[in-house]
């Protein structure tokens, strides 16, 4: 029995992302690395340095590290997204969004001690207003994502004595298509009082100028084995 029409699409383009991740991450980073002569990585804490400095909000993220694989915990708390850095339709209608959460785990394989992929499934919680602020809030959404991610572990200070070796760096890029929302055919029709006109706001990608496509930094510590 074949799988259904929707499965196939959901995992041809997870395979998809997964690649061109793959494909940007692997040429920048070391092609191997010791493991032998440092103590690896047991649990990690990090937060993101994006989201206060150019949204306003808050990110934190958890993993857990074994010899080959990792998983992660992260959520993302008001973020503030303007509708002129996402262009197009949405700077036209005057429209900014507030993703209050963005949550969701990550599972992944370590190719090196510091190089990772994940697979990320992702829950995000918007909401949506004028830009000019005072009339009523347009609605609420959520938008859900299946993707994949290429980290960095970097620890400027592994070789160092004490606590600072578990001093963290983090860099990622991440590819986060949509599969699915909350909306009706991902939209929203609504009587607008910027152009005084009968509107369709579509549901934003939840990347970099309205792709899919996320880089971001993260600091923390690493507690060692």
């Not at 395979?15 to 920048?28: D, K, N, Y």
């Not at 997204?81 to 969004?97: A, H, N």
Request: glycine share 10%; proline share 7%; charged share 20%.
């Amino acid at each position: 029995m074949r799988p259904p029409r929707w499965f196939r699409r959901l995992a041809s383009r997870t395979i998809r992302a997964g690649c061109r991740v793959l494909a940007i991450t692997l040429p920048l980073m070391p092609a191997a690395e010791a493991r032998a002569q440092e103590p690896a990585p047991r649990a990690s804490v990090v937060f993101g340095l994006t989201q206060p400095l150019l949204l306003r909000g808050f990110n934190v993220e958890g993993d857990w590290w074994t010899e080959h694989v990792v998983v992660d915990y992260s959520h993302g708390i008001n973020l503030h997204v303007p509708g002129r850095s996402l262009g197009g339709e949405y700077e036209r209608q005057g429209l900014d969004f507030l993703v209050r959460h963005s949550l969701g785990i990550g599972v992944g394989y370590r190719i090196t001690r510091a190089l990772n992929v994940r697979l990320e499934p992702k829950v995000h919680v918007y909401d949506v207003h004028y830009a000019t602020g005072g009339a009523a809030p347009i609605g609420s959404f959520r938008t859900y994502t299946l993707g994949a991610g290429g980290y960095y572990l970097w620890r400027p200070f592994r070789n160092a004595a004490g606590a600072a070796r578990g001093l963290s760096i983090v860099p990622s890029l991440r590819y986060w298509p949509q599969v699915a929302s909350s909306l009706d055919r991902d939209r929203v029709i609504y009587a607008s009082h910027v152009t005084g006109r009968t509107e369709v706001m579509r549901t934003p990608a939840i990347g970099a100028a309205n792709t899919p496509w996320i880089v971001n930094v993260s600091g923390g510590w690493t507690v060692l084995r």
